[in-house]
């Protein structure tokens, strides 16, 4: 299995349990807990190849002229957070398996769960800058989706919108900040970054850059000030809760400090801010933890101590402190996902949270209550359990800093005082839940789980407990191999020995235990009274008020915005577009002004200067008839866009005018189905005072602005037209359409081959559009009184919907009038069909493509459409435009990859020549499959946007009369 397989399996999975039934909780847990665990047993086989220093690389061509290439690399480090991911990946999938109720959408569940580990996957194993900040954002993406999986509930919905919103804003600095390291480098690449640390904390722009790097990071690991938005990011299902602070989401940001440790630690900027952030979270984490009484809400606060230990750790500017920031990177998954399983556990069998109500669970649940104290006792650094090694080792960091007296003598204050909070809500968790008097007043009575739900918890706590008591042999190679990269390679000596004698560690470990013991007995009794709303002090400053303030803030602003510079009105935003691209065309001449050459002219024709005397007229009149009869005006603009298709033949653009003369029509129909929603010019009522003279004050501006832009493209085609050209980028074309593309339609070529990420960005632009309309128009009815009917027209209309509904009762004349044109479009279909392929096949090497075809197919659909409407054409044919999309997009991306996966730049083309037995020889080049993925989506998009239209286009004239959405185009409407 290579690494591109193992970062594939995940999203495979997703889409698999995505299709899989709804109450089909085995199959699809099965599903995921068995891609994790061949993703982990494949990792751990890996384990030789890495363990000495080595690093396996991958590496497939995606952009080679810009230094962009889709890089996997896994060294030491990836390797101990692939494990992570998928380890525990696995463990959760099975706990989820039992969590989840069968009422609740399981696919959905597991499909987004598969999908966010393997975009954990693809940051951690990434090999190039900008393909981590790629992850990184669909890490935020689908955790967004996880945290909200119940978006029925409003805390799920808001907890959900503010982890996206932190997360993704604190993505954004990072883009920039990776682009700006990037350039500081040279290179995106991550192995030349890594080996550039002196050149890069030596550049001018390092601060800058190193300030939005850690705001990207910081934000996403709930660092101060940016951790308030973690705990209500508890709203999540507890299998997701325990995934997100274990292995993934908030592990992403110390993930991607440690990466970049050996290129951007060292200097004071970095001890200051990534020290500080650190400090203050693990203190105020951990205080805030002690003032919780829902048990998932006390777990959050102490993950958000535990990373500010990590962050601590890490900007100290130590190698030792490196390699205990990534030692307690691996406890605290350990006895942090058992926590958060344990507390699902016993939410799941008593059905609360709640720490007040929660009271002599050992008698109920002895086994589970066992399995949570150990991993308690983990996570407050118990000796013989891994917490408390990795607590040693950020003591003794503390206590042998070489830094100004007044940080020598507060950090080991800072840990030990912090020490002690988690000790006290470690307490908290073991003590108040599960000694005491048995509770009574719980809404069920708590048993113990099914075996396989508690088995992840059993297999955390006994390696909390192997690595506890055996370190050097259990977890000390291992810790090795994933440090020796964080460190730059040389790592520094260390112990992980149980016992180093009677030292300053030691002696902080007890003071804390001792103070974590009376706090707690101090804080026992009122806690448990429910006297503290909150954490005294610290609640004050609360985070999440801020964040709504300062959204509410930029709303009331965004509004004053809008009331100022926006309209509603679209001739006003046309003219604000068109006036924005004058001017900044207009810059630049300003500076190199415009000029053109003496390139010989060719002679005039008589016909070609009538054909445009026509489309010059006709455009004069539409913007005449604009005000009197706008069904005229569109027939003028047509013979506009005919006359444009006249002009691409006339200078032998085949390609071109026949994809202009398709998009003529099909534009013409969309546009003839939006006519009725247009306001009605209704001459019954006077004008209002001076709105005549306000109209013709807005034409003749509209006028002179239309008259600049013409004028000024006019000018610049003749001097782009009259300079010599030797060496034109069309010769590149001409000379390289048929070696290096396998076509002899250069334009055709040009769209699928050489400019093909172009076509693709395009045609997924298309899709958006199509969506976009298709979103905003079914929510939207216009009114019944807009329909402007005369009534002569209006009761031809109610015969025509008469006929379609009831043809036993339609006259004679109405129902010939409307089935002989339907008989005869519907024996058009085949032949438009042919035509269509036709195209589509040639276009590689003659006029046509998938483009053009697509066209040609949809213009095929709309005369369905308008002839039987779109309950028929829908009912006979089944079309779903979804789908026509979804699979041209698909088509069209993996012809992209498949040229990855032979070793060259994405969408590069491949030809061959294959014999048929009846056919014989023919040429098939794979641009022909991403042909095929423009011609779905052209087609599908169409049909998506003529269906929103078309169902809005006729409504029933009689109360309680269906009427199928026909194409109707009347006289008042036009």
């Known amino acids: 299995m290579s690494l591109i397989v193992l970062l594939l399996l995940p999203f495979i999975g997703s889409c698999l349990a995505a299709l899989l039934p709804h109450n089909a909780r085995n199959a699809e847990s099965i599903l995921a807990g068995v891609l994790s665990l061949v993703g982990a047993i494949q990792v751990a086989l890996w384990y030789p190849q890495i363990a000495d220093g080595g690093v396996i690389r991958q590496e497939f061509y995606w952009l080679p002229s810009l230094g962009l290439n889709f890089v996997l690399r896994m060294d030491g480090f990836a390797w101990l957070f692939s494990m992570l991911v998928l380890g525990i990946g696995t463990l959760v999938s099975l706990y989820a398996r039992y969590y989840m109720s069968p009422d ?25 800058l900008i393909q981590i900040v790629f992850f990184w954002e669909l890490t935020s993406v689908f955790s967004f989706l996880l945290i909200g999986y119940w978006h029925h509930r409003a805390d799920a919905r808001r907890g959900a919108y503010m982890a996206l919103m932190v997360t993704g804003a604190g993505g954004l600095a990072l883009l920039l900040g990776i682009m700006l390291l990037g350039h500081i480098a040279g290179s995106y690449d991550l192995d030349r970054v890594l080996a550039a640390g002196e050149q890069i904390r030596a550049h001018a722009l390092y601060p800058l850059m190193l300030t939005l790097v850690l705001i990207g990071a910081l934000s996403k690991s709930a660092q101060f000030p940016f951790h308030f938005w973690l705990p209500h990011a508890m709203a999540a299902p507890t299998p997701v809760s325990a995934y997100l602070h274990s292995a993934t989401m908030v592990k992403a940001g110390v993930f991607l400090l440690a990466r970049l440790w050996p290129v951007l630690s060292g200097t004071e900027q970095w001890f200051w801010i990534v020290g500080g952030a650190g400090a203050c979270t693990l203190l105020i984490g951990a205080y805030s933890a002690m003032f919780q009484t829902d048990l998932k809400g006390l777990l959050a606060y102490s993950t958000i101590s535990h990373l500010g230990l990590i962050t601590l750790l890490l900007g100290l500017n130590s190698p030792l402190a490196a390699v205990a920031a990534v030692f307690h990177i691996l406890n605290h998954a350990t006895f942090k996902a ?106 069920h009575t708590p048993h113990e789980p099914p075996r396989w739900m508690r088995f992840p918890v059993e ?33 520094p000596e260390y112990s992980l020995a149980i016992w180093h004698g009677w030292n300053a560690p030691m002696i902080m470990s007890l003071l804390a ?14 806690l448990k009274q429910g006297r503290f709303t909150g954490p005294p002090l610290v609640s004050r400053l609360n985070g999440k008020q801020l964040f709504e303030r300062v959204l509410i803030l930029k709303m009331r602003w965004a509004r004053r915005f809008e009331r100022l510079f926006s309209t509603r009105r679209l001739q006003a935003q046309l003219f604000l577009l068109v006036l924005m691209a004058l001017l900044a065309g207009m810059i630049p001449l300003y500076h190199s002004g415009l000029s053109w050459g003496n390139r010989p002219k060719i002679s005039g024709s008589t016909v070609f200067e009538a054909l445009w005397l026509i489309a010059i007229a006709c455009a004069l009149g539409a913007a005449v008839q604009a005000k009197y009869h706008r069904l005229a005006a569109l027939t003028m603009v047509s013979v506009c866009g005919l006359m444009t298709c006249i002009t691409f033949v006339w200078f032998s653009a085949p390609d071109l005018a026949l994809t202009q ?114 979103a905003l128009l079914r929510r939207f009815r216009p009114p019944k009184e807009s329909i402007p009917l005369p009534p002569q027209q209006r009761s031809l209309a109610r015969d025509v919907v008469t006929d379609l509904v009831n043809p036993r009762s339609a006259s004679d004349t109405a129902l010939g009038f409307m089935m002989v044109p339907a ?8 032949v438009s069909f042919v035509i269509s392929m036709y195209l589509f096949m040639r276009g590689h090497n003659q006029p046509g493509g998938g483009f053009v075809a697509g066209l040609v197919m949809s213009v095929a659909f709309i005369l369905q459409y308008m002839v039987a409407g779109t309950q028929w054409v829908e009912a006979k044919m089944s079309l779903r435009p979804l789908r026509w999309m979804g699979t041209g997009l698909l088509c069209a991306t993996l012809t992209g990859i498949g040229a990855m996966a032979l070793g060259y ?49 006729v409504r029933s004239h009689r109360p309680g009369l269906s009427v199928p959405a026909k194409i109707v185009v009347s006289e008042g409407a036009a």
């Open 823 to 830: 008989v005869l479009v519907r024996l058009l279909m085949p």
């Open 513 to 526: 235990m001792a103070g974590g013991i009376l706090l707690y007995l101090c804080l026992r009794r009122p």
């Open 661 to 774: 003369l398709a998009v003529e029509v099909v534009t013409t129909v969309l546009i003839l189905l939006g006519l009725r929603w247009l306001p009605r010019r209704n001459e019954a009522f006077a004008p209002a005072p001076g709105s005549e003279r306000r109209a013709r004050i807005r034409r003749s501006r509209d006028f002179v602005l239309a008259g600049l832009v013409g004028t000024g493209m006019a000018l610049l085609s003749y001097a782009m037209l009259t300079r010599p050209t030797p060496n034109t980028i069309s010769s590149f074309y001409l000379s390289r359409a048929l070696p290096q593309g396998g076509g002899t339609n250069v334009v055709n070529v040009m769209l699928v081959d050489f400019r093909g990420f172009d076509t693709l960005g395009e045609i997924t632009v298309l899709v958006a559009v199509a969506l976009t309309v298709f």
């Open 338 to 443: 058992s926590l958060f399983m344990a507390a699902g556990i016993i939410d799941h069998e008593s059905g609360t949270r709640d720490i007040r109500r929660l009271s002599g669970l050992f008698t109920l649940i002895p086994y589970t209550a066992t399995l949570a104290m150990v991993a308690s006792a983990s996570m407050a650094g118990v000796p013989l359990l891994n917490g408390f090694l990795s607590k040693e080792m950020f003591f003794a960091e503390t206590v042998f800093i070489s830094s100004t007296a007044w940080i020598e003598m507060a950090l080991p204050v800072i840990a030990t005082i912090a020490g002690t909070f988690s000790v006290a809500y470690s307490l908290r968790f073991t003590v108040d839940v599960f000694f005491g008097p048995k509770a009574t007043d719980l809404p």
């Open 104 to 128: 609740d959408p399981v696919p959905r569940f597991f499909a987004f769960f598969l999908a966010f580990m393997g975009a954990m996957l693809g940051l951690v194993l990434s090999g190039n």
């Open 459 to 491: 297999l955390l706590v006994l390696i909390c407990l192997l690595v506890g008591i055996f370190p050097a042999h259990s977890v000390g190679p291992l810790l090795a191999t994933a440090a020796r990269p964080v460190v730059g390679g040389t790592l």
């Open 905 to 953: 730049p994405f969408l590069t083309t491949h030809t061959a020549h294959l014999t048929l037995p009846v056919l014989g020889e023919i040429h098939v080049a794979s641009a022909l499959f991403f042909d095929i993925g423009v011609y779905a989506v052209v087609v599908g998009s169409t049909l998506l946007i003529l269906t929103a239209i078309a169902h809005q286009s």
